[in-house]
């Protein structure tokens, strides 16, 4: 995590560093690359930290020896979410936080605006993560299946639904187009930054004249995405016999 979070730190940096260089233009440079990095960087690493939650613990024999403590098997799961989601939000805040302080005061708050909705993805993919730990038996299958998990929905999904476009020639509609989007929370989170740096005006001169998901939508789909990965590896540890094998 610590290598993470000077690595993610350095990169927000350099972009911020670059994007001062550009002067009057420096959040228009600035704050779509910091959007570029955390669509990429951050659900992997919070795959790759959630993803040896739960499995890892088996693999060491130590999961029966936890499990035995006089507390329920779904507290535990919910506490080895909320301490990698304590560290993850740690890592966020130092890069962005750093990052801001290369920029003038109007410019930084375009910058700490990021802080919510990166918090958000990174719950969100590892709450998936600590749901792939649960369904594994091998710490391998779940790095596996963390990096295919990571590589369908930050890069794939947005395939899909580009080629859907071409081969329907247009008869999806782009409010469709939009929803599905949203609904991937990589998706969500570069939609909702589109949002707050261009205003829905913008997005209509960009030829995107479409009506994004109001707020309370949004937040539903960031619970959803939060909260039932973390229900469903509930589910599984509760209803599981063996907890050694």
């Known amino acids: 995590?610590?290598?993470?979070?000077?690595?993610?730190?350095?990169?927000?940096?350099?972009?911020?560093?670059?994007?001062?260089?550009?002067?009057?233009?420096?959040?228009?440079?600035?704050?779509?690359?910091?959007?570029?990095?955390?669509?990429?960087?951050?659900?992997?690493?919070?795959?790759?930290?959630?993803?040896?939650?739960?499995?890892?613990?088996?693999e060491r024999h130590t999961l029966g020896l936890l499990l035995s403590l006089p507390v329920h098997r779904v507290e535990v799961l919910v506490a080895k979410f909320l301490g990698r989601a304590l560290a993850l939000c740690g890592s966020i805040g130092?890069?962005?936080?750093?990052?801001?302080?290369?920029?003038?005061?109007?410019?930084?708050?375009?910058?700490?605006?990021?802080?919510?909705?990166?918090?958000?993805?990174?719950?969100?993919?590892?709450?998936?993560g600590v749901l792939i730990s649960v369904a594994?038996?091998?710490?391998?299958?779940?790095?596996?299946?963390?990096?295919v998990v990571w590589f369908l929905t930050v890069f794939i999904y947005d395939l899909v639904l580009?080629?859907?476009?071409?081969?329907?020639?247009?008869?999806?509609g782009q409010e469709t187009i939009t929803w599905l989007v949203t609904l991937n929370p990589a998706g969500l989170f570069r939609t909702q930054q589109m949002l707050q740096l261009v205003g829905q005006d913008g997005l209509a001169e960009l030829g995107l004249a479409v009506t994004l998901p109001g707020a309370l939508t949004r937040a539903a789909i960031w619970a959803g995405w939060i909260g039932l990965p973390l229900v469903l590896g509930g589910g599984l540890l509760s209803g599981r016999r063996a907890v050694t094998a």
Do not use: N, W
């Open 162 to 172: 580009l080629a859907i476009m071409v081969m329907t020639d247009g008869s999806v």
């Open 1 to 58: 995590m610590v290598l993470f979070t000077l690595l993610f730190a350095m990169l927000a940096v350099g972009i911020a560093a670059y994007g001062r260089s550009a002067q009057d233009a420096a959040a228009v440079v600035t704050a779509p690359s910091l959007v570029t990095l955390i669509v990429f960087l951050v659900p992997l690493v919070a795959l790759i930290l959630g993803h040896d939650a739960i499995v890892g613990e088996r």
């Open 94 to 128: 130092l890069g962005l936080g750093a990052a801001s302080l290369l920029l003038e005061p109007g410019q930084r708050s375009i910058v700490l605006g990021l802080v919510p909705s990166t918090l958000l993805l990174g719950a969100s993919f590892l709450s998936i």
């Open 136 to 147: 594994s038996k091998r710490v391998a299958t779940a790095a596996s299946l963390a990096v």
